[in-house]
């Protein structure tokens, strides 16, 4: 994952209305939820939510599918198992003195 995707999506999960959309896509597993139901789980407007909906979805960390005049939104589980490994990769490897890098 390259640091613009990262920076990218963490900016998206950085609002605390995102953030709860997102932990509810995921809890909500493969199946997803429309909009509808995210609205009433979170007590949240539709249109408040299909703003933070929007910045998820370009931030690439949901997906939206249409079934008629439903939308069903599902967390991409492959693009956040993608960020947590980047948050990880370098976990432990030790870093140089500055004076080193000099």
Do not use: W
Request: charged share 25%.
């Amino acid at each position: 994952m390259k640091m613009t995707k990262a920076a990218r999506a963490l900016a998206a999960l950085g609002h605390e209305a995102r953030l709860s959309v997102f932990r509810l896509l995921v809890r909500s597993g493969h199946d997803g939820l429309n909009v509808g139901e995210i609205s009433a789980h979170l007590d949240m407007p539709a249109s408040t939510l299909a703003h933070h909906l929007r910045a998820l979805v370009g931030a690439g960390l949901v997906v939206q599918e249409r079934h008629g005049r439903v939308i069903l939104n599902r967390a991409d589980f492959e693009a956040m198992d993608e960020l947590v490994g980047f948050l990880g990769e370098e976990c432990c490897k030790g870093v140089r003195s500055a004076s080193d890098v000099a």
